[in-house]
């Protein structure tokens, strides 16, 4: 299974010396395929192991000092998933579903579903959950597993990874450059995507800041940008030709790519630009990515490669400290849009509104403000067309940059 995952933006900036991963000892050499935390000390990464073609599990209780065995089966695990610090659930291959309810120290088959691979499995609420896999399988659960019912999703390609907003708002992707979206908890879908995605073979999916904000990547570089909640896509440049497999969001800023030969790319403002953190000691081919908290990610591969990040990105990357905050209301937003600004010095502040493509819409320069927190309405912008754009704050304080979406 290949797992692939979403993004968003366009430049790609090398920064060399500033990536900070540490390679951590696993003690194996199994091929990891999904990986998730719970906490910033406690996570699993699932797989299989090379020789025996058995699904293995593995888990750190210490961030990631040393990993253990926790669990091995016939089939391969393909996704991990935590719901909640405790509550957790392993997609497999021949319909098996595993389930951990003490944080991933024990597993246990959950549901047996068929005999098709299961890919990917996701649960929005404490109660709703969804699988999906080879030939385009996909059940839903509305009972915590108790029973599955059959969804069709529209297609016969695997169904690689899946995402929901909440029980009923919800995308999957797979094989084919397929993607669809669903409003009613996948008892319909509607197939998204332009044609010409024909041979995107997208395998994974994350949304950023909100549900209208979506990404996916693909193999061969492959990465789109959905600004209204998939409807419709915007091919990107990811500068490499390397197959990208996962990307997490944390927030509506921070988010991470992953791919094949060590790749990986990281975003500090929400997509706009994107650090090629790629490592010439690492590699093998990447598949996974977990946060385990706005500061703390994790990365996993092939040969049992993981990797740890302690790189600071809550906001956004100056060349001056960040010592305010900001954030805008209603977002989505129609006709108006407020910009809260709160300094903790006297400074004069400018505003600037740009699109995707890096165009401003609207600059305006408030002057100097006291210190404290201040709501800036925004002008000029009730003509502005749907989609996504970016709100710079720039002050004596630093510079910070947030995404909004225009409905």
């Not at 954030?327 to 400074?347: M, R, T, Y």
């Not at 004069?348 to 927190?373: A, H, P, Q, W, Y």
Request: charged share 15%; glycine share 12%; net charge negative.
């Amino acid at each position: 299974m290949k797992k692939i995952i979403t993004l968003f933006a366009a430049t790609i900036i090398s920064i060399g010396a500033f990536a900070q991963w540490d390679t951590l000892t696993t003690n194996t050499a199994a091929n990891f395929n999904s990986i998730s935390f719970t906490n910033e000390n406690n996570g699993v990464a699932v797989g299989k192991n090379q020789i025996s073609i058995r699904g293995v599990a593995y888990q750190t209780t210490d961030g990631g000092i040393s990993w253990s065995l926790v669990n091995t089966g016939t089939p391969s695990y393909n996704d991990v998933f935590f719901q909640s610090n405790n509550t957790g659930w392993i997609a497999a291959d021949s319909g098996f579903i595993m389930e951990s309810s003490n944080s991933g120290q024990t597993w246990g088959t959950w549901a047996h579903i068929g005999t098709k691979n299961f890919n990917c499995i996701f649960f929005p609420t404490d109660t709703v959950g969804y699988v999906g896999g080879d030939d385009g399988i996909l059940y839903r659960t509305a009972d915590f597993g108790a029973s599955w019912d059959t969804l069709n999703s529209g297609t016969n390609l695997s169904i690689n990874d899946l995402f929901f907003a909440d029980a009923l708002n919800g995308w999957i992707v797979g094989d084919g450059g397929y993607m669809a979206t669903t409003a009613d908890g996948g008892q319909t879908w509607i197939q998204v995507g332009e044609p010409y995605f024909g041979f995107f073979n997208c395998s994974g999916f994350a949304s950023a800041g909100t549900s209208s904000n979506t990404f996916a990547v693909g193999n061969s570089g492959d990465l789109i940008h959905s600004s209204d909640g998939g409807l419709t896509w915007n091919a990107l440049s990811s500068n490499t030709t390397s197959n990208l497999n996962s990307v997490r969001f944390t927030n509506n800023l921070a988010g991470i790519v992953c791919g094949d030969h060590g790749k990986i790319l990281r975003t500090q403002d929400g997509g706009l630009s994107w650090y090629d953190e790629t490592m010439s000691t690492v590699t093998e081919n990447l598949t996974g990515v977990s946060w385990a908290s706005d500061t703390l990610a994790y990365i996993c591969g092939a040969n049992g490669r993981i990797l740890k990040s302690h790189i600071d990105i809550s906001s956004v990357h100056s060349g001056v400290a960040n010592t305010f905050e900001i954030s805008a209301f209603p977002n989505p937003f129609a006709e108006e849009l407020n910009i809260i600004v709160d300094l903790q010095k006297n400074s004069s502040v400018t505003i600037v509104i740009f699109d995707l493509s890096g165009r401003v819409v609207m600059e305006e320069n408030e002057g100097e403000m006291n210190s404290g927190k201040h709501v800036v309405r925004t002008n000029g912008i009730s003509s502005l067309v749907s989609g996504m754009y970016f709100v710079k704050v720039t002050s004596g304080n630093g510079e910070l940059v947030i995404p909004v979406v225009n409905r």
